[in-house]
């Protein structure tokens, strides 16, 4: 290190994720002054915090995390007026975090999770006006939580989970328009869930379980549209459940188990799926549908004997203790299960994946080498990757942001990833993350479809055919295809909550597995209709485009003339699709490569 002292314009400098070991040396601070970048993330580099970054004036990325630092972060960082992100997050920092960050008024992000700081949160780091994530999660922190941080006005991102806050959650929460993940498990927090935090409209995760909230649930939370994810169990909660939870359209997960919630379940909305509510140990609720499994709902009449009233009484409670201790019965089993998997995602064919981070998709497509090039469309790079230890080959869509649309993309096909059928190509996982620049990064994980596109299958050039490689497709195989096909669609619009258009219904969006099952993929146009409703599962995070929506020679005449998509829509593309499935002479072959 000591020899780049000589490089006067160095900007970057990173070792991130190699297996560096030891402390940094002092010669770190002899660095150009013009360094920008310092990324020493993901190695195994010890002692106290590297003194020589004092010296780096214009530095505006430091990023120390996932090391085994010990020792406190000194004052003098604050002095680094330039810093737009800080990450020390997974290392053994002690001692209190610094009041002098609040100095770093250019400073985006802040990551100092998994580390052991003490004390309590600096109510000056609601300074930092600039100031989009804040993550000092499992820490040792304690007191209150500053009202302050609520009225930065850029904050997107907060996560104070697995502390030991306590007090009151302050009702100022409502300043933070543009808060979307707000995660506050694991503390002790205690008094009313505020009312005001119906009123961070960009909201789409919710984490306050295992805390000590009582009071009713907010109805105001049915205001925010975007909710996704809802976790209040395990507090003290009370009352009803306000059934205009259910009219969130884009809510995904409930979990409201284990408070003293009473009265009727609601019926509506996302209430109708048992398997992603979880209401479990609140001995008062009763009714809802059948697959929540509680007794019914009952009203007493008025002339009823005390002694009948009593018998009632008894069943009921007896009921409730056999519900309730089968209930916690399957918790535990759900919980033991959750924590050997915490860590996991399991494919559909069988295999257990980690969840992933960019670093894994860089590792696993070799950096996205041009030889695991597979596609290219207008919004994403398609790549053929390995992942893991398993080595289970998948393919990972990567998207390029700086694209007009890209991010809506990304965004309705994570809205649509727990959509289910044997026909539809399965989302494994995302990955939303920074590249190794601090660049915004964002891809999807798929099954691995080994048979190619059904535009290759019937385009094959006869020049790529190999005598020891042919399979002729019969036309059983053919029109099985087509069913294939037609039971993708009709999923789509009819057995799903809301009908889902996929707009650019092709062959080459059309994928076959290893025995030649038709799977319909590539949903980044697809639009969600409610009723009489269309619209993008993403369209609160970008503006729409006046282009044409599809491809030319499958799209509906109505959607290339700026009409409303619907469901005849992709039915157009399919009539389309089959007379060229049916296309070619009858002894029709495709190249299957080993």
């Not at 920008?36 to 993330?41: A, H, I």
């Not at 094959?460 to 490689?469: C, F, G, I, V």
């Not at 009723?531 to 959607?559: K, L, M, N």
């Not at 049916?582 to 072959?589: P, T």
Request: hydrophobic residues 40%.
């Amino acid at each position: 290190m000591h020899n780049l002292s000589n490089c006067t314009e160095l900007r970057i400098f990173s070792l991130h994720a190699n297996c560096f070991k030891g402390p940094v040396p002092a010669s770190l601070g002899n660095l150009s002054i013009q360094l920008q970048s310092l990324l020493f993330g993901g190695n195994k580099l010890t002692g106290s915090f590297p003194s020589g970054i004092a010296n780096l004036r214009n530095l505006n990325y430091l990023g120390l995390e996932s090391n085994q630092f010990t020792g406190m972060v000194p004052e003098w960082l604050g002095s680094l007026q330039k810093l737009q992100r800080m990450h020390l997050n997974d290392n053994s920092f002690t001692g209190f975090i610094p009041t002098s960050l609040s100095n770093l008024s250019q400073l985006g992000y802040l990551y100092l999770g998994s580390n052991k700081f003490g004390g309590h949160i600096p109510p000056t780091l609601g300074n930092l006006q600039m100031l989009e994530a804040l993550n000092v999660s499992n820490n040792n922190l304690h007191g209150r939580v500053p009202r302050a941080i609520f009225r930065i006005p850029a904050i997107t991102e907060i996560d104070l989970s697995f502390n030991n806050l306590d007090g009151q959650l302050p009702s100022g929460i409502g300043n933070a328009k543009q808060l979307a993940y707000f995660k506050l498990s694991k503390n002790k927090l205690s008094g009313d869930i505020p009312n005001t935090l119906g009123n961070c409209e960009s909201m789409e995760n919710i984490e306050l379980d295992s805390n000590i909230f009582s009071g009713s649930i907010p109805t105001s939370l049915s205001k925010i549209k975007g909710l996704q994810f809802l976790n209040l169990s395990n507090n003290r909660l009370t009352g009803s459940i306000p059934g205009s939870l259910g009219n969130l359209q884009f809510l995904e997960q409930l979990d409201l188990s284990f408070n003293h919630l009473e009265g009727e379940v609601p019926r509506n909305g996302i209430f109708k799926n048992a398997t992603i509510v979880q209401i479990d140990g609140n001995q008062g609720l009763c009714g809802g549908t059948l697959g929540v499994n509680l007794v019914t709902c009952f009203i007493m009449p008025l002339k009823w004997s005390a002694k009948r009233k009593l018998a009632m009484v008894l069943n009921v409670v007896i009921t409730v203790v056999i519900m309730v201790s089968i209930g916690v019965a399957i918790v535990v089993m759900l919980l033991r299960r959750e924590k050997q998997n915490r860590n996991f995602i399991t494919t559909p064919f069988g295999a257990k994946l980690p969840k992933i981070s960019y670093n894994d998709l860089f590792k696993a497509t070799e950096g996205f080498s041009s030889s695991n090039l597979i596609g290219k469309g207008g919004y994403s790079s398609v790549y053929k990757g390995r992942l893991f230890q398993d080595r289970e080959v998948v393919v990972v869509k990567v998207f390029t942001l700086e694209t007009r649309g890209a991010q809506k993309s990304f965004m309705t096909e994570c809205a649509l990833r727990n959509v289910r059928h044997r026909n539809l190509v399965s989302v494994l996982t995302a990955c939303s993350s920074t590249d190794f620049r601090g660049n915004d990064f964002k891809a999807l994980v798929y099954e691995f479809m080994p048979r190619g596109d059904l535009h290759k299958l019937l385009h094959a050039s006869q020049n790529d055919e190999s005598s020891s490689n042919l399979i002729y497709i019969s036309l059983a195989r053919r029109l099985s295809i087509v069913v294939d096909v037609s039971d993708a669609v009709a999923y789509q619009h009819h057995n799903h909550q809301g009908s889902i258009i996929h707009c650019d219904l092709k062959p080459s969006n059309i994928l076959l597995d290893n025995v030649m099952v038709a799977r319909v993929g590539d949903f980044g146009l697809a639009r969600f209709k409610i009723d009489s409703a269309v619209s993008s599962p993403a369209d609160s995070y970008s503006t729409s485009s006046v282009a044409v929506r599809g491809t030319i020679g499958y799209v509906a005449p109505e959607c290339a003339t700026g009409g409303q998509v619907s469901t005849a829509s992709d039915v157009y593309s399919f009539g389309v699709i089959y007379p060229n499935n049916k296309g070619r002479n009858a002894s029709f072959v495709v190249v299957v490569r080993p």
